[in-house]
Each structure stands twice: as C-alpha cells, then as structure tokens.
C-alpha cells in the first residue's frame, strides 16, 4: 500500500502568560491511501489540533509531517498554502460555504481561486462531482436555498474538487439530524470506495466509527489506541 500521511513526534503546545499547555505530546501516525479512519478522543483530547496540525493549518512545536512522500511541517507559509489547496481536502462541521456563491460555484471555488477565474474544465469537474453527490439539480442555487444536508454535500464535493490525496473531516456530521448524518457518511464512504480517496474522520459518534474501517482512540494529547474495526 501506498503511504499517504506520516508523522512522527508530532508535539503542539499552546502558551498563555506564564501557563504553556501541552495539547499534543508525541503522535506517532501512519495513513495508507485508500483508508477510511476515524479518530476519537474526548473533548479536550486533542483531535481537532491534530487534525488542524495534519491539514497545515496549525505548525507543530515539534515532529515531522509527511504528506503524499514531501515533508510539509517546515514549509514556509505561501508554500504550505499552495500544498494544502493542492494535495488535501477539508470538510468542517459548520460547512463554511460561501453565501452568495451557487452549489456549483462553491464547489469550483478551490480550483477556480488559484486559476483566476472558472474555466470550462473547472466548470465541468464541478459539475460533475454536484451530480455524484446527489444534487446535478441544484447546481444554481445559492447556498442559502440549501438544506443542512445538502450544504455538507455541496462541501465534500468542494474538498474534492482538485483531486486530493487525503481529505480530513471535522465533526462533518455533527449538526445534522440522524438521517441527512447517515446520508453524508455513505457518500465520504462512497467516494473513499470509488475514488480510493484516504479520509480521517474526527467524530464523537459512534455510529460514524462503526462505518469506518480503522479506529484512532486519542487520549490527552496522545494515540492510545488504533485498531481495524470489528477486531
């Protein structure tokens, strides 16, 4: 199997006055492309800095980050950009879809950003990836005509959009009712099945860990645990 994500030592501390938090305090980590992860942890345990720090949205204090085989954590900030709008998808609980933007538009947003503008190919992509989440049919309504669970369809399409090699997922079901959740899971797994697309999924819900095939346990800043389902 391919190596998607490694990293080793991964250390965040957090310093307010004279009090230094240590949130993370050595995470060791293997992603092989194609997985379906989740990774649980109380609250406070440190699973949404890690995400954070693995999707270079926070440096680590100390460690080294591999994504797709290029060492990531050092990078200077314009070239971390670039790597993450290029390399990883993101899906957040609160979708964070650009209001006065159409489904189609937020979704092409990532690619369309850096190119200038939508180009016909961006176009079709996105169009593309709207009719494999479900919604060819609301392609032109802004995202405020959405429901809740259309709008976390529009964003995993959106996290997918330049093709990326990992796509990490912060409570993407967590204000949703029980059926629009089960609705968005079948699709991450859908895509993560055809497309071989490596997710990590940070979730309280058991019901999302079950639908996983591997199960990451973070407990005070460290992996405590990190098993296959159903072993």
């Known amino acids: 199997m391919t190596l998607v994500l490694r990293a080793r030592g991964v250390t965040k501390s957090f310093r307010n006055g004279e009090t230094l938090t240590e949130v993370l305090t050595g995470v060791d980590l293997d992603l092989e492309a194609g997985e379906l992860v989740a990774l649980l942890g109380a609250s406070g345990s440190g ?77 079709a992509r996105a169009s593309d990836l709207l009719t494999r989440v479900g919604l060819a049919d609301r392609s032109d309504f802004r995202s405020t005509r959405l429901s809740g669970g259309q709008k976390q369809r529009v964003a995993i399409a959106r996290a997918l959009i330049n093709e990326p090699v990992l796509v990490l997922a912060d409570e993407p079901t967590g204000n949703l009712d029980r059926q629009s959740a089960q609705q968005v899971l079948g699709l991450m797994r859908e895509m993560n099945r055809q497309n071989g697309v490596t997710f990590l999924i940070c979730t309280h819900d058991e019901h999302v860990a079950a639908e996983c095939s591997r199960r990451i346990l973070l407990e005070d800043g460290r992996i405590e645990s990190d098993t296959a389902v159903g072993s």
Do not use: M, W
Request: aromatic share 6%; proline share 6%.
């Open 47 to 123: 699973k949404s800095t890690l995400l954070s720090i693995l999707g270079l949205l926070l440096t680590p204090t100390h460690g080294t980050i591999e994504i797709a085989g290029e060492r990531v954590d050092a990078l200077p900030d314009k070239a971390r950009a670039a790597f993450r709008s290029r390399r990883l998808g993101f899906v957040f609980q609160a979708h964070h879809l650009l209001p006065d933007f159409s489904a189609l538009e937020n979704v092409a947003f990532p690619a369309a950003a850096p190119a200038g503008g939508i180009s016909s190919a961006i176009r």
